[in-house]
């Protein structure tokens, strides 16, 4: 592939194959692209674990980082993602890595179609491939296969990025899925998913996938208090006593103590939480490799320069 | 040269190396600096071109890059420019990229006899020299020489950084020079640069170059909608096929889509926009490795250590 | 030493062996991790000198730095510096480099059991301890020892992250320490400190080591103008023209000129101002040394997610 946007655009053989390079780099593999290769991560929303670790797949792979900061860019003169991303081509970047709040963000550039490859790290409420990545490889490390398993994913269904993608890519892989946590966050029109409660899923799913609860996105208060969520939607002590005995608890993270699941569980031995983030290093290692390795295969060398829209 | 501050410090015999030197890295060309050679960029201003195009023209040359950022940096406890500076100096840094709001912000740098080399990526309304040499090095791979060349430079020329200096300098390497756009910014005393209605310019420039309308810089606001800019000033489709057949259109950008331009010439085949900003790292390449050879050939290893203003 | 939090956790032994390896870095001595060593520089305050003065040693050493910015992180969605640290262990950082507003924030951390490294860079009015062994680092360059030394240290105690350190580890050093300024600001309780009007301390001191008034730290307003503060409490032209022969003037910086000491002064023949900036280059490459060698001497290689605080 060139362009990483969305889950739907890889087939199953490309995401096993990304999973099997993912774990290859687990296991301390290394690759280097044949050239220097220059790319440049663009994150116009706030973000700790995404962009650092892109910046370490990065740094693993021996790329060239090319800084760029929305603050102090001229996005503030008024210059669209689209000039922004034409200015970084023509400089020489190869490839950049985009967190954006619109939705689909990534529609106008494909169309008009640049040269850089694009890395979809987050679209408003859309996609997020690389987290959905990184999760499939953590389900496959501990049960080696999707077949058969349950996935619940639970909380702010509406509101997330991977939520559905994961939904829908983990039943292409032969998994079975259900949607938890307040029924009008998880009942999806559409989206061909059952709702189970909470205290269903928690006894019957062998991975329990909490969500953040996207507060900056919620344009209402939420209704209930944080205990009170706890409680009803969350995933407690008491909870977690009740779960099968190889069940996993996975959540993207940053994770909300206290309101997605108790404090004490964040770390416990179900906890995948932080293995998710350390597999995101290598998930990403994959997908940039794909991507470098597309572009060398192709002998893209053209220059954007040739480019014409209109003749005058 | 040691620092790069405005095109007037340059002779011909100077600006026709760096562009011979620009052009060698336009083909491909590598060079490198005898030792470890650290740099810092300055942005006090939003800009990503700019800055961009200095971050990848320093690790082509394999500077090594100590980050700055002005939001996070002791500016916000009230430090000078020129303590800034000279901390980085202390630590070693051998050369400083600086943006900055005020007009001949390095006069005082340079007066105080800082060690290290300061390359000036735009001086409030004053100067932007880099900007200026890819600007004749795009020029210069087009037509091959000035002299015979008419440039006419339209637009916002009483904000701009380089309508004066590009002006002065192409008429130093035999250009004739007119000013265009709105007469009461364009045309301007002392300059010597003759003022041509735009309607006049168009049909006969070699180069059109557009500047950017500085919405920041102009106290009050526009007197026109950019509806009505475009039509009297802009370059329309109109305008544009009443062009000489092998005339450029050029423009510093961020491009305001739709008022200085029609939207769809920015990428048209006579535009040498985007290849501007391609030309834009192989031009600061060009400066960098000369004031390294600068300090280089000089031997220039003295500590600021050794400096003293006042015996006690 | 695995983290460097504060003075006191280290041996005379540690300290002069600190000294020592910087001493050397001084001389140009260079020294590199075994494998790839990564590190994030979290600066949740701002700063010039310690952050770029962290980063040019970690470039000295061949160090892999994994950018964070706190205003684009997930601080924001209110993550806390726990689960930030965390995180960046998980992708594969092996130190981070924190100055954070809030007294003793490394507390927690250590008592979590992190498993990467910790250099304390400042925490809110506690400790700074690279900041510190530069000051050390600058004093025994100058007079090759401390016992016999008369240090005074004048200005804001109260508010200031080095004084008290720096006071206590002179004593152990065998230096006699003084504190001078504003009476009510210096005479700390529980310090053991003698204080000494400052026309006494300019005569009588070897080392006179200024404070930057921390304006930002004070809750109420200056009771003095910087003119009448500069009179009575700094460093002037007369009073530098009373001190001994060989008295060296010190100050961590940024200095307010013209308040703690005549803006003629700041780079005087006495002044170690920018030396012990240079000097801080060296004295956070030796910290640095030290614990990374602790790491690959215990070779601590225990991946974090073996960490398991409940088990379910």
């Known amino acids: 592939m060139k362009h990483l946007l969305t889950m739907n655009d890889l087939s199953i053989e490309e995401i096993m194959g990304l999973l099997s390079d993912a774990e290859q780099f687990a296991k301390g593999e290394t690759w280097r692209p044949k050239r220097n290769y220059y790319i440049s991560n663009l994150f116009f929303e706030p973000s700790t674990r995404t962009k650092s670790s892109f910046e370490m797949a990065e740094r693993k792979l021996g790329l060239e980082i090319i800084p760029f900061e929305a603050h102090t860019s001229s996005v503030l003169k008024g210059e669209t993602l689209y000039d922004t991303v034409r200015t970084l081509e023509s400089i020489g970047v190869d490839s950049v890595v985009i967190r954006h709040t619109e939705d689909n963000y ?14 979809n790290a987050g679209d408003g409420c859309g996609h997020h491939p690389t987290q959905c990545l990184l999760d499939l490889l953590t389900i496959k490390q501990e049960f080696g296969q999707f077949s058969g398993l349950k996935v619940a994913i639970v909380g702010d269904i509406r509101h997330s990025r991977v939520a559905r993608s994961n939904a829908e890519t983990l039943r292409r892989l032969g998994a079975e899925v259900v949607f938890s946590g307040p029924e009008n966050w998880a009942n999806i029109k559409g989206s061909g998913i059952a709702y189970e409660p909470i205290d269903t899923a928690v006894e019957t799913a062998d991975v329990f996938m909490l969500l953040r609860i996207q507060h900056e ?7 209930l208090t944080k205990e009170e969520y706890l409680a009803q939607f969350g995933l407690t002590l008491e909870r977690e006593s009740r779960m099968k005995q190889k069940c996993i608890i996975m959540h993207p993270a940053p994770v909300n103590r206290g309101v997605e699941i108790e404090d004490a569980l964040v770390e416990c031995e179900r906890s995948r939480i932080f293995k998710q983030m350390e597999n995101g290093v290598f998930a990403r290692m994959a997908a940039l490799k794909n991507s470098i390795e597309h572009k060398e295969g192709a002998g ?5 320069y040739t480019k014409c829209k209109i003749v005058g």
């Not at 990534?106 to 890395?119: N, T």
């Not at 893209?300 to 954007?304: A, D, R």
């Open 300 to 304: 893209l060398n053209e220059t954007m």
């Open 106 to 119: 990534f529609a106008k550039l494909i169309q008009s179609g640049v040269y850089l490859s694009i890395m």
């Open 217 to 223: 996105r919620h344009s209402a208060g939420m209704p």
